[in-house]
């Protein structure tokens, strides 16, 4: 499976930005999707991912403000990101997960100002 993620950029706070990431491969075998994030300094963390049966999970931190989703494709994946603050500055990453294990993209930069 291969991933290739697009969409950050700098954005004021409050603003919104939209990542995607089309996955290619094997994607029929793909169970979850999901972007984690990575702050200098900081270990990487998941912030959603969605099932193939749709079912979703967040961060604390982004509920309400972030909302994952598949295409109806489902190689495709997004995160609508609303209302960002400067604390989502980040690289972010799409990750997917199959019997083999998982797999990431190459990172996007999303940075906030204050």
Do not use: H
């Amino acid at each position: 499976v291969q991933l290739q993620a697009s969409g950050g950029g700098l954005v004021q706070a409050g603003g919104s930005l939209r990542l995607s990431c089309a996955a290619s491969g094997r994607i029929f075998s793909i169970d979850v999707m999901g972007w984690y994030r990575q702050a200098p300094g900081n270990q990487r963390e998941l912030v959603a991912a969605i099932t193939r049966g749709g079912s979703t999970n967040y961060a604390d931190s982004v509920k309400g403000r972030f909302t994952i989703s598949r295409g109806n494709a489902k190689n495709m994946v997004y995160l609508q990101m609303n209302s960002l603050k400067p604390e989502d500055t980040g690289v972010y990453y799409c990750n997917a997960r199959d019997f083999g294990g998982g797999y990431w993209g190459q990172g996007t930069q999303v940075t906030v100002s204050s």
